[in-house]
């Protein structure tokens, strides 16, 4: 261990870093920090781990038993360019002070588990996860809620409604219509730039780049990075937020990964590639349905078996299930299929055989990366291990299909509530190898819970308009 921590001093003194930022993300995917000057940081530090007051992070300690250890990952070290003071920043894990153990509330010892979980299973060596988290960016947004005041205002130039505005700098007219930006380019695209430089911070991170483009809905986008493996992949997630966050706010505007912002435009997904490897060999390639190995279709059985209980970590927001409806590509069915994007599970097509893997459509950006791709991998593995055949697949576009044939398919969940009832049915899969806990599973479904209840008793403006009257 000293061999990368020594690595770690070597980059902080070679950065002339003035100060040094110790990231962990909590129970509902928020990056928290803490930074230290210069000074404060040596050796002793990432070997011994910084103490922290958990009673202050939703979910995790209480205040009569507050001490928690942030344990530094020598290894995840990246400049932040967005601090005025040269500043780096590392990622950590959380301890238990007492035990010197991982917390098991720690969502990224979570992802470390369910790693090692797969390692020790003999199933593979290693699960590789590539996400596509869309976003929208905004030129302004304003809301307010209170007891007797509640709305929300958002404002993009690139939204149809602008044609008719008159800004400061003048109207320029490019815009593409409703559902029609998708692969835009400038100046119907006017973002282009911006997102260009999130690419370019990103690779800067250490984090291999591949692409972006426009997305269906005005000013919706997505960028690509390259597949790696679960924890690492959670951890460039984390840094892909901020990341665009930050470049869109230095352009003075505001970036959301919030599922449904827009009534009646497409939602933001963020679908997951998956594939498992052993050593070299994909044992997701077969010569079964679309190239799979019948290893790989009992992964998606387990998903397919399991999905409504991954909602409540692949889809943790009350807004998420306002973007799995039909008609706006995202899906509502617990189908699969080789290349039809309105299957939760699609097998995209690969130019190499070594590329074969599968595509879990249903999750959001606004899930918690590390508890929302390991549950999807220990669905996966349950399947397999349990042979849970996903039976024929539906190659039919499944929102055209007859009421009849609609009722013998599965559904997703339609709500967070009924997502988190159907994970306290169903979370026996997430305790296998302690990779989650109950204690855990608990903890979320109580903050979920909380803010279900509360968008369920908060009159919205929409109720005001269809009832004031009544």
């Known amino acids: 261990m000293t061999a990368p921590i020594q690595t770690a001093l ?12 110790f990231r962990f993300t909590d129970l509902l995917g928020e990056w928290r920090q803490i930074t230290l000057h210069v000074s404060q940081v040596s050796l002793s530090l990432f070997k011994e781990g910084l103490m922290f007051d958990g009673s202050s992070v939703p979910g995790w300690k209480l205040i009569h038993d507050s001490d928690m250890l942030l344990m530094p990952d020598p290894s995840t070290g990246f400049i932040d360019v967005f601090s005025a003071q040269p500043t780096l920043i590392f990622t ?10 991982p917390y098991d509330r720690d969502p990224r010892s979570t992802a470390q588990k369910a790693e090692n979980y797969l390692l020790k299973s003999g199933i593979g060596t290693k699960a590789y996860f590539g996400p596509e988290p869309e976003f929208f960016i905004f030129d302004d947004i304003r809301f307010k809620v209170d007891p007797y005041n509640s709305f929300y205002a958002i404002k993009s130039q690139e939204s149809p409604p602008s044609s008719g505005e008159d800004f400061a700098e003048g109207n320029s007219g490019y815009r593409s219509a409703q559902k029609a930006a998708y692969f835009s380019a400038p100046p119907l695209d006017g973002t282009h730039d911006l997102r260009s430089e999130i690419l370019t911070h990103l690779l800067n991170a250490g984090i291999p780049i591949e692409k972006h483009h426009h997305e269906v809905s005005p000013a919706q986008h997505e960028l690509g990075f390259k597949f790696s493996t679960l924890c690492q992949t959670a951890d460039w997630i984390q840094i892909f937020k901020s990341t665009v966050r930050n470049t869109a706010l230095s352009y003075g505007k505001t970036a959301t990964f919030m599922p449904k912002p827009i009534f009646e435009e497409n939602g933001s997904g963020m679908h997951v590639h998956q594939s498992i490897f052993k050593g070299e060999k ?183 308009k269809m009832y004031y009257g009544c």
Do not use: W
């Open 10 to 21: 070597k980059f902080i003194k070679d950065s002339d870093a003035a100060y040094v930022g």
């Open 92 to 101: 950590c894990n959380v301890y238990d002070p007492i035990t010197i153990t």
């Open 282 to 464: 994909n044992l997701f390639l077969g010569d079964g349905y679309a190239g799979l190995s019948d290893l790989a279709l009992y992964y998606i059985g387990g998903i397919l078996h399991h999905g409504r209980a991954l909602n409540a970590f692949t889809n943790p927001t009350t807004n998420s299930y306002k973007r799995l409806v039909p008609g706006y590509e995202a899906p509502v069915l617990l189908g699969y299929s080789a290349r039809n994007r309105s299957a939760a599970c699609r097998i995209p097509h690969v130019t190499s055989p070594s590329g074969r893997r599968i595509e879990t459509r249903f999750p959001d950006p606004a899930a918690n990366p590390y508890l929302a791709l390991s549950a999807l991998l220990m669905a996966g593995l349950d399947g397999i291990e349990k042979k849970i055949h996903p039976k024929d697949a539906l190659d039919t576009n499944l929102y055209e299909l007859d009421s009849q044939k609609l009722e013998t398919i599965p559904r997703l969940c339609s709500s967070l509530k009924e997502a988190l009832q159907a994970l306290d049915k169903d979370r026996d899969f997430l305790l296998q190898g302690n990779v989650f806990s109950n204690d855990q599973i608990d903890a979320y479904m109580r903050l979920k819970g909380e803010e279900a209840h509360v968008v369920d008793h908060t009159p919205s403006p929409l109720e005001f």
